[in-house]
């Protein structure tokens, strides 16, 4: 069986979500390859506690020494480009975390160098393989709810209330991005997998813990198609509630489709000519639990998300002719240009 040796660029807290994915998908999945992480590109070696990886101080020389077959990219947004321009030079296939970088010029650089060296490449907008979320797009995709009027979609985490958070690089314009780059990247493209393409119509955005950042915390964008339908994408990190809220409402002529990442596997589906509400599962769909686990194997919709997203990516590796789901940069440039054009009309705004 062959096997696809993969390296991770960057060791923090995401790293290690794909580092856990790659063990989990080898123990339960049924690969038709050997998964393994052969390499972690650091300045802090010490860290990296994983028995028969290797540590390198530069991408080259992990590629070079290890024969990495794909590397993860998961330092802060503004170091992307370095790794994926190293990348795309040795010809190897790369997987990055979102956004692809901090800003536009950097994003359509990044899906220049792949598209020019042909080396495949995806993004971490793993939401795109949340069962309730294929399942949703199936449901509209068959017109089940008719003409669509409106959509709602609302991500609000609450990490940075902690004054701990202060300082660190998700708060810096350069490095960070905000709520919006950070988390709004995610629903954005969510939306334009489901729904199909759509633009910004006007956005705001606002910090409340102004001694902490220099990015929103709070913003909203409302966002319009060409068939006439509208809505809005609203994100937060600074909202506490019982259950983190990450989920979509869309509502037509015919009824809504409510989905929500604490109900990863069903579809809260409403029609008005009867007046019912059933939920539908996802769970017995090939297609939407693609690389997903069955409930009693989920290590939560986060991590089991990102674990589906990077496995798709290896087979893509694997078998290159390979039907995706998963994002590729070009798709995931169309949802960060969305995410600039809402800060660039949120900042008119506030000086208008």
Known sequence: MRTLKFGIVGFGAIARTHALAAADASLRQDLPFNLELAAVVTRSPEKVKLQGVQTFETLKEAIETCQLDFISICTPNHLHQESVEIAAAMKVPVYCEKPLASDDSDAALMCSLVEQSSVQNGAALMYRFMPALTLLKKCIDKNRIGRLISFEAVTY?????????????????????????????????????????????????????????????????YLKSEEGFAGTLEVSRVY?????????????????????????????????????????????????????????????????????????FAHCVFAPQADRKGADFKQAFEAQKRISEAYRISKREVKE
Do not use: N
């Open 157 to 221: 985490h609450s990490s940075y209330l902690s004054a701990s958070k202060k300082g660190v690089w998700r708060t810096k314009a350069a490095s960070g991005g905000g709520a919006l780059l950070d988390l709004g990247v995610h629903l954005m493209d969510m939306l334009l997998w489901s729904l199909g393409p759509l633009e910004v119509e006007s956005a705001s955005s606002r910090v409340h813990f102004r001694e902490r950042t220099d990015v929103d915390e709070i913003s909203k964008v």
């Open 240 to 312: 506490a509630e019982h259950l983190q809220r990450d989920g979509i409402e869309i509502f037509g002529e015919k009824g809504s489709l409510k989905m929500s990442s604490s109900e990863p596997y069903r579809v809260e589906y409403h029609s008005f000519e009867t007046g019912e509400t059933v939920f539908l599962t996802a769970e017995g769909d090939s297609d939407a639990m693609r690389y997903y686990p069955a409930r009693r194997a989920a290590l939560g919709f986060f991590q089991s998300c990102h674990t589906a997203s990077l496995v798709e």
